[in-house]
């Protein structure tokens, strides 16, 4: 078993539980993501990362979990944010640390959250409370010039 993990989580301060979301039906065969959570029943989290592969699912929504507590199995209710995932598809590693490190200093700058996996990827967390209009703008300018690749989160339905 493979597990993409969460290096810096955006909420792990708010977390209590680790579970695991099986990426197989996204197309991942034989792949995990780890995502961070907050208890709040007794089969019940709240998401507190922003998935990185998963699709269907995003930061603060409500989530069963399987009766062990180890695997995400279902979307309870939605928190009303969206993941973006941008792929950086510039071939020299010296052009995506330029445009990561950019990326980084924009959502800083803003308040926007985001995490990285790998170096190329980006999920960020778009939210009706933080404008995100800076650092989607940078990203928009980016994939038009064919320097990456990207796809909001909800492209596809939960499925466990």
């Known amino acids: 078993m493979r597990v993409v993990v969460h290096e810096d989580p955006v909420g792990r301060a708010e977390t209590n539980w680790i579970a695991r979301i099986a990426l197989e ?10 995502v961070w959570l907050r208890r709040t029943g007794d089969d019940l989290a709240m998401m507190c990362c922003i998935p990185l592969r998963a699709y269907g699912v ?3 929504d409500v989530v069963r979990l399987s009766a062990d507590g180890s695997t995400v199995t279902e979307v309870v209710e939605r928190s009303g944010r969206r993941v973006l995932r941008a792929l950086l598809t ?13 990326v980084t200093a924009i959502g800083a700058r803003t308040g926007v959250p985001l995490e990285w ?5 980006v999920a960020i967390d778009v939210s009706p409370e933080v404008d995100t209009a800076g650092v989607l703008g940078y990203l928009a300018g980016l994939a038009e010039a064919g320097r990456l690749e990207w796809e909001w989160g909800e492209a596809g339905p939960f499925v466990a």
Request: aromatic share 10%.
């Open 25 to 34: 039906p996204f197309g991942f065969e034989g792949l995990w993501e780890q």
């Open 58 to 60: 995003a930061r603060g």
């Open 90 to 102: 510039d071939q020299r590693d010296e052009d995506v640390a330029e445009i990561a490190a950019e």
């Open 117 to 121: 996996s790998e170096v190329r990827l």
